[in-house]
């Protein structure tokens, strides 16, 4: 089997200037979604700025969906770096991805979980959700590949599944858009929905702009796209600063609906290192 660092030079090779370690999910994204309308009313819809030290990486529940190719590159890293998540405390099973069928549908390739207390740890963690989350989420919340993704000087999002570093953002041919309780695609008689249930998801009146609460999922969504898709979102926003703006900057103030106060990231400042971007980690008293 290649090493990882080998999958990624060739994946660079077969897509040049990809933007994460999954050249082929980022170039079926870029083929599918190249073209998709934006939502504008949808990004409009105000949500709040979600703080880990509240929702303990609610959005992680239940692990993640993913490709083939990007559960390829996850079962690789967690076997070629396996030193490095359990320096992070991930004790990793032997197999990170399984197969797994949902609600009747076909067999689907996700992460594996582990148990995890959320209804202990979060306070209106939602009832439908279980007590399983992501195996490469971290005691403190955070998540092990966005970790490894900054030790090793690279872009957070580097090794994140694309559904992850999105959420609670749908993308697909026919529109980029964000679920609300009305159209969340995972709402059924028995199951409240899902993207529209996380904290960082659900509507909420003292909150801002979905557009600028996820300006920076929405920057990074557009620079693998080459489209600017915040210019597509009809409302004020902030001059654009790009990713040089630190992305922990959507969970910095409390949440308006919440009521908790504190964020889930240390600071970060960042610098140019060899034409890329490097971001430097400066703890503070908030951070887990």
Same mark, same amino acid.
């Given at each position: 089997?290649?090493?990882?660092?080998?999958?990624?030079?060739?994946?660079?090779?077969?897509?040049?200037?990809?933007?994460?370690?999954?050249?082929?999910?980022?170039?079926?994204?870029?083929?599918?979604?190249?073209?998709?309308?934006?939502?504008?009313?949808?990004?409009?819809?105000?949500?709040?700025?979600?703080?880990?030290?509240?929702?303990?990486?609610?959005?992680?529940?239940?692990?993640?969906?993913?490709?083939?190719?990007?559960?390829?590159?996850?079962?690789?890293?967690?076997?070629?770096?396996?030193?490095?998540?359990?320096?992070?405390?991930?004790?990793?099973?032997?197999?990170?991805?399984?197969?797994?069928?949902?609600?009747?549908?076909?067999?689907?390739?996700?992460?594996?979980?582990?148990?995890?207390?959320?209804?202990?740890?979060?306070?209106?963690?939602?009832?439908?959700?279980?007590?399983?989350?992501?195996?490469?989420?971290? $005691?403190?919340? =955070?998540?092990? /590949?966005?970790? *490894?993704?900054?030790?090793? @000087? !690279?872009?957070?999002?580097?090794?994140? %599944?694309?559904?992850?570093?999105?959420?609670?953002?749908?993308?697909?041919?026919?529109?980029?858009?964000?679920?609300?309780?009305?159209?969340?695609?995972?709402?059924?008689?028995?199951?409240?929905?899902?993207?529209?249930?996380?904290?960082?998801?659900?509507?909420?009146?003292?909150?801002?702009?979905?557009? $600028?609460?996820? =300006?920076?999922? /929405?920057?990074? *969504?557009?620079?693998?796209? @080459? !489209?600017?898709?915040?210019?597509?979102? %009809?409302?004020?926003?902030?001059?654009?600063?790009?990713?040089?703006?630190?992305?922990?900057?959507?969970?910095?103030?409390?949440?308006?609906?919440?009521?908790?106060?504190?964020?889930?990231?240390?600071?970060?400042?960042?610098?140019?290192?060899?034409?890329?971007?490097?971001?430097?980690?400066?703890?503070?008293?908030?951070?887990?």
């Amino acid at each position: 089997m290649r090493s990882i660092h080998a999958v990624m030079e060739n994946d660079s090779d077969r897509s040049a200037g990809t933007l994460t370690a999954f050249a082929s999910a980022e170039a079926a994204l870029v083929e599918r979604c190249a073209q998709s309308p934006v939502d504008g009313a949808a990004f409009r819809r105000k949500i709040s700025r979600c703080s880990l030290r509240h929702c303990r990486g609610t959005c992680c529940y239940d692990g993640v969906h993913v490709d083939d190719d990007t559960a390829k590159i996850l079962q690789q890293l967690a076997d070629e770096r396996a030193e490095d998540f359990r320096a992070m405390g991930l004790n990793l099973p032997d197999a990170v991805v399984v197969r797994e069928q949902w609600r009747g549908s076909n067999p689907t390739t996700k992460t594996a979980v582990r148990p995890f207390p959320f209804k202990s740890a979060v306070e209106d963690y939602p009832s439908h959700f279980n007590e399983t989350a992501c195996v490469f989420l971290l $005691d403190d919340a =955070r998540c092990g /590949l966005q970790a *490894l993704a900054e030790q090793d @000087d !690279r872009h957070p999002w580097y090794y994140k %599944p694309f559904s992850c570093w999105l959420h609670p953002i749908a993308v697909s041919a026919p529109n980029i858009t964000l679920p609300d309780e009305s159209t969340d695609p995972f709402r059924f008689p028995d199951y409240d929905g899902f993207a529209s249930r996380t904290f960082c998801g659900r509507s909420c009146a003292g909150g801002q702009p979905a557009a $600028d609460v996820l =300006r920076n999922e /929405l920057e990074f *969504l557009g620079r693998m796209l @080459d !489209r600017d898709l915040l210019r597509r979102c %009809p409302i004020h926003l902030p001059a654009a600063i790009g990713m040089r703006r630190p992305i922990e900057a959507r969970y910095q103030p409390a949440s308006a609906c919440s009521g908790k106060v504190g964020t889930g990231f240390p600071k970060r400042t960042c610098a140019k290192s060899k034409n890329r971007e490097r971001i430097t980690i400066r703890p503070d008293r908030d951070a887990l």
